[in-house]
């Protein structure tokens, strides 16, 4: 199994804490967990949750409840996704750039809604409660989107697929960081902190396994299955799917007679956030012509909220200011569910005498080159480039180099679409989507893990749960510029779509590596990948902070924030 180490998403790392023990022999003395060695380190950094130690508790059982009803869920969601842009498409004959729009708007709020969920989670009624109430807005939308798919007449087909899917949508988003979170807080610290890390890892292979079984299950289903004379059957995949769904809620609500009981932050991270940003902005712009001017803007919100906090934002914001350019590789990858789809449907899907896949089942090659990639990445290239060349990969290098794939991948799509339309129909081999199938993933593994781990590393310690929202619109807007694009129909061929998309990549990439040339770095030292694992683990506040109660360290056991030492780093000379 991959260590956590390997594995970090978006899934997984909202759930990350800082894990800590006090002894109850001495009070005032807290510690820091190692978790590789599992012994305690002194000091510490930042919001500590501060746990007692007393017999060692069993593993708890409630994680079997939490994975699998997780497994059942992403294989809906994402099922849906895989076989989403065929059925608008050819069953329901919408064009292709509205069957394209509506895949990615119902992408964009599967990537808002966490947000909400992780506010109302954290500080309101906690993840339990959380979850069971955007499930049932989620099993409104799948029985919407069954009926859908039957015959009958008189009512317009684009608002209830637009309803359904929104609804699918929301409770999908809204739920996602939500389950992450309520698997964390089952184990008991620090006595279970190794545990905790596999559970991580864990969650993230599943979450995969879901996805994989989502891209050869349900076309599958839909190309072998006959039903109201038609020769593919979406109603027998949306049940499939729907049932799927339903599989996981009752998992989930038997998994409530082991859930640990929650308690609740006193105020949502999120919500102080924007009213620090937002009171900054309202006396920035009511200030006097003499009014002394602070050295930063935001400072103007010194007062109503405390130095300390205006201080964490102020950084949360400088780092976020580095993902502005990374829509437009969200906007990228995303597309292997529309246009990537769409080429494969032009093209020969038989790829050895007969096994012969659909279309949608194509785009299974992204988890398979997945799986495969992190664990040459992590025990082959990685060593290799240490050992002959003492050379490692940093995390904001790392991203431009995955930037740099992502281009290739839909510029190896345009020359193949531009192939495609010079060949007879249909006569081209859907192998040929390997090369941008690979890139991209490179771009995955190269780009989206590591700059998420960099982005969780370098944000203050109670600011993680704000840079998972900023990472989780990252993806969000990447799927408004898919639409936009789209909208605009600025193009006569999909091939010059595909390279507009790779130009605007490297554009994106040049536009990065120029705010990261100055970003003040903080240092440490990344010695292996379970040392930087621990770092994760050791710095991140997450989603969950308000499920035990936290305290901070004595100051002189507390490294501050301003204390470790920076360097104005020329980061991508």
Request: charged residues 15%.
């Amino acid at each position: 199994m991959f260590r956590a180490s390997q594995l970090a998403s978006e899934e997984t790392l909202p759930a990350l804490g800082l894990l800590t023990i006090k002894d109850d022999n001495e009070p005032d003395i807290t510690s820091q967990l190692n978790l590789k060695t599992g012994k305690l380190k002194p000091g510490g950094y930042g919001l500590v949750t501060v746990l007692r130690s007393h017999r060692r508790p069993k593993y708890p059982i409630a994680i079997v409840f939490v994975l699998t009803a997780k497994l059942f869920e992403a294989f809906a969601a994402n099922g849906i996704r895989t076989i989403l842009a065929l059925y608008l498409r050819d069953d329901l004959y919408f064009s292709e750039s509205l069957s394209t729009v509506l895949l990615h708007v119902f992408n964009f709020f599967g990537q808002f809604c966490p947000i909400f969920g992780a506010i109302l989670a954290d500080s309101y009624i906690g993840n339990v409660r959380t979850i069971n109430g955007f499930y049932i807005i989620y099993a409104f939308g799948w029985i919407l989107l069954v009926f859908t798919s039957l015959p009958y007449a008189g009512v317009s087909l684009i608002f209830l697929v637009s309803v359904s899917l929104l609804l699918i949508a929301i409770g999908n988003g809204s739920t996602r960081a939500c389950v992450t979170s309520l698997g964390a807080i089952q184990f008991q610290l620090p006595d279970q902190a190794k545990q905790l890390a596999e559970y991580f890892s864990l969650y993230y292979l599943i979450y995969y396994i879901g996805i994989f079984l989502s891209k050869i299950i349900p076309p599958t289903i839909r190309a072998n299955t006959m039903c109201y004379n038609k020769s593919e059957c979406y109603p027998a995949v949306f049940g499939t799917l729907g049932s799927s769904f339903f599989m996981a809620w009752i998992v989930f609500s038997l998994g409530r007679l082991y859930y640990r009981p929650e308690k609740l932050a006193e105020e949502s991270i999120l919500i102080k956030f924007y009213g620090c940003i937002k009171h900054a902005l309202g006396r920035r712009w009511k200030r006097k012509a003499d009014d002394k001017k602070p050295s930063y803007w935001l400072h103007y919100a010194v007062g109503r909220y405390e130095e300390s906090f205006v201080s964490d934002v102020a950084k949360v914001l400088k780092l976020v200011k580095l993902f502005l350019p990374l829509p437009i590789y969200f906007a990228l990858l995303t597309q292997q569910d529309s246009s990537w789809t769409f080429q494969a449907s032009l093209m020969n899907t038989t790829i050895v005498d007969g096994i012969t896949i659909q279309p949608d089942q194509a785009k299974a090659m992204g988890p398979i080159f997945l799986f495969m990639l992190i664990p040459l990445w992590q025990y082959i290239v990685r060593p290799l480039l240490k050992w002959l060349f003492k050379y490692e990969l940093k995390p904001l290098h790392s991203v431009t180099v995955g930037g740099v794939f992502s281009a290739l991948s839909f510029i190896s799509a345009g020359i193949l679409q531009r192939f495609i339309f010079s060949m007879p129909y249909k006569s081209v081999n859907v192998m040929w989507q390997v090369p941008q199938f690979l890139c991209i993933m490179l771009g995955e593994l190269l780009l989206s893990i590591p700059g998420l781990q960099f982005a969780f590393t370098q944000a203050p310690a109670s600011m993680k749960s704000v840079v998972t929202a900023a990472w989780f619109l990252n993806n969000a807007f990447g799927n408004l510029i898919v639409i936009i694009i789209t909208e605009l129909k600025m193009f006569r061929t999909q091939s010059d779509e595909f390279f507009f998309y790779a130009v605007m990549m490297v554009v994106a990439i040049v536009l990065y590596t120029y705010l990261a040339y100055d970003y003040e770095l903080r240092q440490y030292e990344e010695k292996d990948a379970d040392t930087a694992m621990e770092i994760v683990i050791a710095e991140t506040v997450p989603l969950i902070n308000g499920k035990q109660k936290q305290e901070q360290l004595p100051k002189d056991d507390v490294q501050s924030d301003d204390t470790p030492s920076t360097s104005k780093s020329k980061l991508l000379k």
